[in-house]
């Protein structure tokens, strides 16, 4: 027997984070116990195919996992899934689980994610209304998604198009109601909208921007009938698929007295305002060195980059998150990758064309690229990535240039 | 079922057996090979699985096309035997590939 225990860390949360930081331990040797504790009953996954690829049914389920049950036996990492934390108690360095058991831990990780942003109006309790987030939430929906239903999605973001450009495909009537005045107003700027918006209208899809949801009529017996806005139209509907973005979960957290502001606060190490206990992941609001201000991001790059930080504390390496964030969405044929983040630019550029299907838009602040939205286009991604992480400045007319080598500018 | 052999930057070689019908990303990721990053998860987007592919083998693979093609050219440094494995489907003639894994992905 060895004379001292070796720590034991707990990761609250089986999602992309918590599985990544998992097995990233596993791989530097950490010495110390490795749990996860998730309320889904799956192996730890991966979300972005959920809206793309696995609704469609292009991939199975195990393609989803970020590693085989197998692995984790191997590198002696415990899996108790199915089971929510119902507390921390940070006097005693222990977790309620919801079976009633009790989990004493040397450090916690939360690696809890989100919740979804719940629409309430008139209605919005009947059946048929669905959400997307999980797998098994996927489960439900793709049934629905068949020759001749109707589906309304409410939210043109991210998720709401991918599920759009999908069902269209599947022979679906699909609707989707944007309450901005564009789709994806939060995360990209007017000209990839705007290419996004045509591509859905010749698909047939009947997209709609500045429609606000009014409320939800019942078919008589408890389903969704259709969708009403507040601007008095009505749209049928046999489902409805509501994305509206998400909230970060933060209850565990907030009840353990943990610092939060809309998401679980952590620094640059990944350290809450209790040294022994970590946020990893969409549920935090992060300190990143790359940027001046803390931030919020839904993001599997961020999840990743994060998780390989706490694992570098807990292996007594201290690397602090300083990595540009990145993000993508697959709608029809068209592969959109986004890197950094383009709030407060003061200018653009364009690269390439949107009549051909490909191009890219740099974001500047001062002149600095900050980030880039690159549509069908991996060259622009790639060398922006390099670009918005040294904080490049290069001139307008090159970057705009597609005769000009990316690599060449600086 | 076929065996890969990764050989990381000190020298040190790791032998993975692999299944036919999954991507050689996935052979990695799944044996916790160091240097797979594979941020994205295998949709090739990210670039983070990168390899340069010991010469013998490269005539067995198909060539890189598309988005593949297009983002090795932009890894970190990318020579004539580089590929992305979560482009490459493992197959039972690829028994005994040899892949070098970069000194870094980013």
Redesign the interface.
Known sequence: MAEEQTETTVIVGAGHAGGMLA?TL??KKYPGRVLIVGDEPYLPY?R??LSKDYLAGDIDLDKLY???Q??YDK?GIDLTLDTRVEKIDRDSKSLKLANGADLAYDKLVLATGIQMRVLKAPGSDLNGIHYLRTISDVQKLRPELIEGHKLVIVGGGYIGLEVAAIAVKRGVDVTVLEAMDRVMERVTGPDVSAYFEKRHRDAGVDLRTGAKVAGFEDNGSGHVSAVTTESGEKFEATTVLVSIGIMPETALAEAAGLDCDDGIVVDEFTRTSDPDIFAIGDCTRHKNLFYSDAKRLEA??NA?DQARATASVLCGEDKAYDAVP?F?S?QYDI?M?MVGLSDGHDDSVMRGLPDDDSFAIFYLKNGVVISVDAVND??S???G??LVAARATPDKNQLSDTSVDL?TLT | MPKITFIQPSGETQEVDATTGVTIMEAAVDAMVPGIEADCGGNCICATCHVYVEKEWLSKLPDPEGDEEAMIDYTADPQDNSRLTCQLQITDELDGIVLHVPESQY
Do not use: I
């Open positions: 097995t596993a791989q991966q972005p195919p970020l590693k085989p197998e692995t590198a599997v790059s990743v990145w993508w697959n592969r990758q991996p060259k991604f790639m060398a990535k390099k690599k």
